[in-house]
């Protein structure tokens, strides 16, 4: 394949991803037409009650960085500093999330940032094609099949590379399974979630504090609400399908305004329409998506959600996703602008990081809507905040090592396996943060995570 000759590729879906991923790929000469099933975001409403508020963090500032996108997305967003639990006696308790406020996260809309997303690739010359559902893929051929879902008509493209962005139910990951060329798993939660909203102040403004994330933790359930730049915030009730309580045993108005009363007695006024809303928005699944390899011969791959979709309770589905486009951009750079080649190496690269993340969103699940109301993980929560306000250059989080810098996910968790053991360690028997033997903590931190980053290359200064 020649390096200078510039590709026809077919982006199978216009969300997060694939927008981008079609701006790394413009960028680099290549002729892209994105076809997407949903209407054109940019003169539709977005869709009401679909979409979990995402939360957006360096490795995603990064990727738009690359493509200059980065500062149009941010003023898009709202900084969120730190986590809000909300106890059920309406004690309210905040944690921040890094060393200080230069480390927040940012609260953002799907539609909003969509929309930004597709408007600037398009501006930048990629072609797009909205209301179009893919119903065949022909594999050994390239070859799409699609229906217009407006007019009924068919029409088919033939493409030399096939990207497949079209999310965790992605219908080119189904098609190459269909063909044996990919193998997948699809592990779904017993839990779903349902969308509501708490409007903004009649003046405008927030009604509780604007640049927190709110956590309501109840054990096997939770409600959650990040904020918007209206003043708004989306809130998102996580609940098991079946039990008490349970998506089925909460249908009726009063069945919805009782479990509100007992459960999150401060969140229930602040929701307008609390059992219209419950009502009317549909309950969305939750699902952990795994598949090898991502790419057939070179000519077709998947990417962000296709690939590797996770549960978001870790924030970063969408910046996992923006960062399988930058590290798809670095390859094709490193390799003379070899496609196949490029498409190749992109799973090699990314899936041990994409596993990892999957799991620690599993695992921040049970961390959010329990573990945050214990007396001793918040004792650790506190110790370990002190630890990296003390030595920041030989200590930070797991949460900040995934959400304020570059290390690989997978070098985050294991390294996070050994801080708890650190962690565990100095909290026995300790009953406040401000008693930690700081000369001890040092010790076991130069013996055991010190060396696992130096053999890595990681570097804590960021």
């Known amino acids: 394949m020649s390096a200078s000759v510039h590709r026809e590729i077919a982006i199978v879906g216009a969300g997060l991803v694939g927008s981008l991923v079609a701006v790394y790929l413009r960028d680099r ?10 209407p054109d975001r940019r003169a539709d409403e977005a869709e009401a009650g679909r979409s979990i508020n995402l939360v957006l963090t360096r490795r995603g500032t990064r990727a738009l960085g690359a493509v200059n996108l980065a500062d149009g997305a941010l003023a898009l967003t709202v900084p969120v500093h730190g986590r ?4 059920r006696d309406g004690t309210q308790r905040f944690q921040p999330y890094g060393r200080d406020r230069s480390e927040s996260n940012h609260s953002i809309s799907r539609a909003g940032l969509n929309e930004y997303l597709v408007r600037e690739a398009a501006r930048r010359g990629v072609r797009f094609r909205f209301d179009s559902k893919l119903v065949d893929y022909d594999v050994a051929g390239n070859r799409l099949a699609f229906v217009d879902e407006r007019t009924g008509r068919s029409f088919g493209i033939e493409a030399e ?11 080119v990951r189904a098609a190459l399974v269909r063909a044996g060329r990919v193998r997948e798993s699809v592990e779904t939660l017993d839990h779903g979630y349902k969308e509501l909203a708490i409007p903004a102040a009649e003046r405008g403004g927030f009604r509780i504090d604007g640049n927190a994330l709110h956590i309501w933790p109840r054990g096997e359930f939770m409600l959650m609400a990040l904020p918007n730049l209206d003043g708004s915030f989306t809130v998102t009730l996580y609940l098991p399908y079946c039990g008490e309580p349970g998506f089925d045993s909460v249908a009726s108005p009063g069945e919805v305004h009782a479990l509100f009363r007992k459960h999150f007695p401060d969140a229930a006024p602040l929701i307008a329409d609390l059992a219209g809303e419950f009502g009317r928005n549909p309950t969305g699944s939750l699902s952990t998506v795994r598949c090898e390899p991502w790419n057939v011969d070179g000519r077709a791959v998947l990417i962000g959600d296709a690939a590797h979709a996770i549960v978001p309770f870790f924030g970063q589905g969408m910046n996992a996703g923006f960062e399988d486009c930058r590290v798809l951009g670095q ?20 899936k041990p990081d994409s596993d990892a993340i999957a799991d620690m969103a599993l695992d921040n699940f049970v961390e959010m809507r329990d573990l945050v109301g214990h007396a001793a993980f918040l004792l650790q929560k506190e110790v370990e905040h002190r630890l990296e306000q003390e030595m920041p250059d030989e200590y930070r989080s797991r949460y900040s090592m995934v959400m304020y810098s570059h290390i690989p996910f997978r070098t985050a968790m294991e390294a996070g396996k050994i801080q708890q053991s650190i962690l565990e360690e100095l909290c026995s028997g300790l009953d406040a943060a401000d008693r930690i033997d700081l000369d001890r ?3 076991l931190i130069r013996e055991r995570l010190t060396p696992f980053l130096a053999q890595r290359g990681v570097s804590l200064d960021y």
Do not use: K, N, Y
């Open 161 to 171: 590379f096939v990207v497949g962005a079209d999310g965790a139910g992605s219908a």
């Open 331 to 350: 390859l094709l750079d490193e390799r003379g602008g070899d496609l196949g080649a490029a498409f190749t190496d992109l799973g090699r690269h990314r």
């Open 441 to 443: 903590a040092r010790r």
């Open 29 to 38: 000469g290549h002729d892209v037409t994105v076809i997407e099933r949903r």
């Open 84 to 87: 809000m639990v909300h106890e």
